[in-house]
């Protein structure tokens, strides 16, 4: 399975939730591998600040022929997680042709589910040459306490793209453990923060195969 973590808007988690994701499933016994596609370089930023051993193998690939590439690494694993870049550009089309689903993360914002059309418009035209291709919009960085996370999964329903049940809430934990190349699973596996990615994953992992965009 190839999820690709996508979205034309900066800042929304791409990184955090896709290193999170490969975490939780290479602590399942799974062959994971995380392409970074990003230029910026985070997802290798990451693993080169780990102390530990690698839960998994980070790759750089910011090529416009990811999609190519990306079927012999698939050989050899069972997930591949594309952490990709921050814009609608080659890059992103690539990224999407490689994946079988595209999680798309989104900022408990009015701004966020605006600017989450680029890349829904991406995935449709996407869909049209890769039919079993589907997608979903995972909440991120939502605050603790407040209703903005169901306010925005509701405003997200105009863009026939399904959200995700699990959301995931803004704790420090992500920056803490990220300082140090690790995840809220290592650093303090029995946490809300971590509770969520695992719910999050197993979603991820049950979900059933379906178009994500009506053409």
């Known amino acids: 399975m190839i999820l690709a973590f996508l979205n034309q808007k900066g800042g929304v988690g791409k990184t955090t939730l896709a290193v999170h994701i490969a975490a939780a499933l290479a602590?399942?016994?799974?062959?994971?591998?995380?392409?970074d596609a990003d230029p910026q370089g985070s997802a290798l930023d990451w693993a080169a600040s780990r102390t530990?051993?690698?839960?998994?193998?980070?790759i750089g690939l910011p090529k416009p022929k990811l999609h190519k590439?990306?079927?012999?690494?698939?050989?050899?694993?069972?997930?591949?997680l594309?952490?990709?870049?921050?814009?609608?550009?080659?890059?992103a089309r690539s990224a999407i042709m490689a994946a079988d689903q595209v999680v798309i993360p989104v900022q408990p914002s009015p701004y966020d589910v605006w600017a989450a059309k680029d890349i829904v418009d991406l995935i449709?035209?996407?869909?049209i040459y890769h039919q079993n291709l589907t997608s979903a919009f995972v909440i991120n960085r939502r605050i603790v306490n407040t209703a903005l996370g169901r306010d925005?999964?509701?405003?997200?329903?105009?863009y026939a793209i399904p959200v995700l049940k699990t959301h995931i809430c803004q704790r420090v934990a992500f920056a803490e453990s990220a300082a140090?190349?690790?995840?809220?699973l290592e650093t303090d596996p029995t946490s809300?923060?971590?509770l969520e990615i695992m719910a999050l994953t197993e979603e991820l992992v049950r979900q059933e195969p379906r178009p994500g965009v009506a053409i």
Request: charge should be negative; aromatic fraction near 6%.
């Open 180 to 184: 140090n190349g690790s995840t809220v």
């Open 52 to 58: 530990d051993p690698p839960l998994f193998p980070v």
């Open 124 to 127: 449709r035209e996407a869909v």
């Open 192 to 194: 809300l923060a971590s």
């Open 82 to 91: 594309i952490d990709g870049p921050p814009r609608v550009n080659e890059l």
């Open 27 to 35: 602590q399942r016994g799974a062959r994971v591998l995380l392409i």
């Open 152 to 158: 925005v999964a509701g405003a997200l329903a105009g």
């Open 69 to 80: 590439e990306v079927p012999a690494h698939a050989l050899n694993y069972e997930y591949i």
